[in-house]
């Protein structure tokens, strides 16, 4: 059986391979193609999600920069409509529409580095906007996504990322030529060149787009209606990263009994204390951690009980998370911060290694468990995370990256001619 699979994989990749040469001269004549300097095209989490990075760069760029053609290209034929009913022009991945567009832009802009093909694309600039600082090792560093596997296969895996590289560098935009990226700060610059395989100069100082919206303070319904319900009362959002029960085995629940969870305990000191507590998992477990009821004052909330998760980030009065990247982004409002690594030891060794040590790094009040958590919340333990660390790992997050990528881009620009 297994020999079979593996016969499969390898025909499979054969059959790719010959494709790939095939369509060789596509990507090459596309790169006479004559380009608009004013059409830019946008995609976020492998074209299924109008979100992060992109999205808020492209809607800084639609009321700041009219003169700029927006366009953003997804797989999901429901977000597209919905983003033409609000004007918002959007085609679909797969569409002959996109190609023609991918024939004409002049910029790309994304969140992952494959929302679609650029095989139309040679001698446009991308823009991987990627979507957070790494604590956790991504992409090139990252050694646990293909846990499991036979070496043939590793090695196999690795020959493809070669080939990509040097022959189809239009598969991935981490193999282009003319790829950019984005940091916070030097802190995480050798970390991200070291993941992306590129030189400290495609590296643009301007912080993440995304963390411009922690700032705009507009209406988020979901908020007004629990201010409303509960007032004078902090709000605790927690965040934790996703994990995944093909690489762990099984499905991360952080309120299981092992981690000393009580809800009738934990509803009485949020009661106490005045606190709400919303639980948003990470979109990518939405369908595979059930839903606990809504409860007073414990609230589980998905991406699509907002509008904007950062808008909506910045506005709650407390952080708390583990691995997330997130961290990274919510310090900048200068609110307090609590860690839960409750399954520390055991994420290090079946998810994700770290680029640097957790606890000498990591500023904020950590809970091992919920007897933690309920005695942070009870004796407000809890703390703002110094400027001392802030600068450390947000130098460049200041409220305005959109301007400041929008300004790289427009002097890039004017050198080129």
Same mark, same amino acid.
């Given at each position: 059986?297994?020999?079979?699979?593996?016969? @499969?994989?390898?025909?499979?990749?054969?059959?790719?391979?010959?494709?790939?040469?095939?369509?060789?001269?596509?990507?090459?004549?596309?790169?006479?193609?004559?380009?608009?300097?004013?059409?830019?095209?946008?995609?976020?989490?492998?074209?299924?999600?109008?979100?992060?990075?992109?999205?808020?760069?492209? $809607?800084?760029? #639609?009321?700041?920069?009219?003169?700029?053609?927006?366009?953003?290209?997804?797989?999901?034929?429901?977000?597209?409509?919905?983003?033409?009913?609000?004007?918002?022009?959007?085609?679909?991945?797969?569409?002959?529409?996109?190609? %023609?567009?991918?024939?004409?832009?002049?910029?790309?802009?994304?969140?992952?580095?494959?929302?679609?093909?650029?095989?139309?694309?040679?001698?446009? @600039?991308?823009?991987?906007?990627?979507?957070? #600082?790494?604590?956790?090792?991504?992409?090139?560093?990252?050694?646990?996504?293909?846990?499991?596997?036979?070496?043939?296969?590793?090695?196999?895996?690795?020959?493809?990322? &070669?080939?990509?590289?040097?022959?189809?560098?239009?598969?991935?935009?981490?193999?282009?030529?003319?790829?950019?990226?984005?940091?916070?700060?030097?802190?995480?610059?050798? /970390?991200?060149?070291?993941?992306?395989?590129?030189? $400290?100069?495609?590296?643009?100082?301007?912080?993440?787009?995304?963390?411009?919206? +922690?700032?705009?303070?507009?209406?988020?319904?979901? +908020?007004?209606?629990?201010?409303?319900?509960?007032?004078?009362?902090?709000?605790?959002?927690?965040?934790?990263?996703?994990?995944?029960?093909?690489?762990?085995?099984?499905?991360?629940?952080?309120?299981?009994?092992?981690?000393?969870?009580?809800?009738?305990?934990?509803?009485?000191?949020?009661?106490?204390?005045?606190?709400?507590? +919303?639980?948003?998992?990470?979109?990518?477990?939405?369908?595979?951690?059930?839903?606990?009821?809504?409860?007073?004052? /414990?609230?589980?909330?998905?991406?699509?009980?907002?509008?904007?998760?950062?808008?909506?980030?910045?506005?709650?009065?407390?952080?708390?998370?583990?691995?997330?990247?997130?961290?990274?982004?919510?310090?900048?409002?200068?609110?307090?911060?609590?860690?839960?690594?409750?399954?520390?030891?055991?994420?290090?060794?079946?998810?994700?290694?770290?680029?640097?040590?957790?606890?000498?790094?990591?500023?904020?009040?950590?809970?091992?468990?919920?007897?933690?958590?309920?005695?942070?919340? %009870?004796? $407000?333990?809890?703390?703002?995370?110094?400027?001392? &660390?802030?600068?450390?790992?947000?130098?460049?997050?200041?409220?305005?990256?959109?301007?400041?990528?929008?300004?790289?881009?427009?002097?890039?620009?004017?050198?080129?001619?």
């Amino acid at each position: 059986m297994k020999l079979f699979m593996y016969i @499969e994989k390898s025909i499979k990749r054969i059959l790719m391979l010959i494709i790939s040469f095939l369509s060789t001269p596509f990507w090459f004549f596309s790169g006479f193609s004559k380009r608009d300097e004013k059409l830019w095209l946008f995609s976020s989490w492998f074209g299924k999600r109008y979100s992060d990075n992109s999205r808020v760069f492209s $809607e800084y760029l #639609m009321k700041n920069h009219k003169d700029i053609n927006c366009v953003w290209v997804l797989k999901d034929k429901k977000i597209i409509q919905q983003l033409n009913k609000q004007g918002i022009k959007a085609v679909h991945a797969n569409s002959l529409e996109r190609i %023609k567009l991918s024939l004409r832009a002049s910029k790309i802009f994304l969140t992952i580095g494959d929302e679609f093909s650029f095989l139309f694309c040679r001698g446009v @600039e991308i823009y991987s906007l990627w979507h957070g #600082m790494p604590l956790k090792k991504i992409c090139n560093d990252d050694d646990f996504s293909r846990r499991g596997e036979k070496k043939i296969i590793g090695i196999a895996n690795m020959m493809d990322k &070669k080939i990509k590289k040097y022959f189809f560098p239009w598969k991935d935009a981490l193999y282009y030529d003319n790829t950019y990226s984005v940091t916070c700060s030097d802190f995480f610059t050798t /970390f991200l060149m070291s993941a992306f395989l590129l030189p $400290e100069s495609r590296f643009i100082k301007c912080g993440l787009p995304r963390c411009d919206a +922690l700032f705009y303070n507009k209406e988020e319904p979901l +908020l007004s209606r629990i201010r409303e319900t509960y007032p004078d009362s902090r709000i605790l959002l927690y965040m934790p990263t996703f994990r995944t029960s093909s690489w762990s085995g099984k499905v991360f629940n952080p309120f299981s009994s092992d981690y000393g969870f009580n809800m009738d305990e934990f509803l009485a000191v949020l009661e106490e204390k005045k606190c709400v507590f +919303l639980y948003k998992p990470h979109f990518y477990d939405e369908n595979i951690i059930s839903k606990k009821e809504k409860m007073q004052r /414990f609230i589980t909330i998905k991406n699509d009980d907002l509008d904007e998760l950062y808008n909506f980030l910045g506005q709650v009065d407390i952080m708390m998370t583990d691995y997330s990247s997130v961290y990274f982004d919510f310090i900048i409002t200068k609110k307090p911060v609590i860690l839960a690594p409750f399954d520390y030891e055991e994420y290090l060794s079946t998810a994700r290694g770290h680029y640097f040590s957790y606890f000498d790094e990591m500023e904020g009040v950590i809970a091992k468990n919920w007897d933690d958590i309920i005695d942070i919340i %009870k004796k $407000e333990k809890y703390f703002k995370i110094s400027e001392k &660390k802030i600068d450390l790992f947000d130098r460049y997050n200041d409220g305005n990256s959109c301007e400041k990528l929008y300004n790289f881009i427009q002097e890039k620009s004017c050198l080129r001619k």
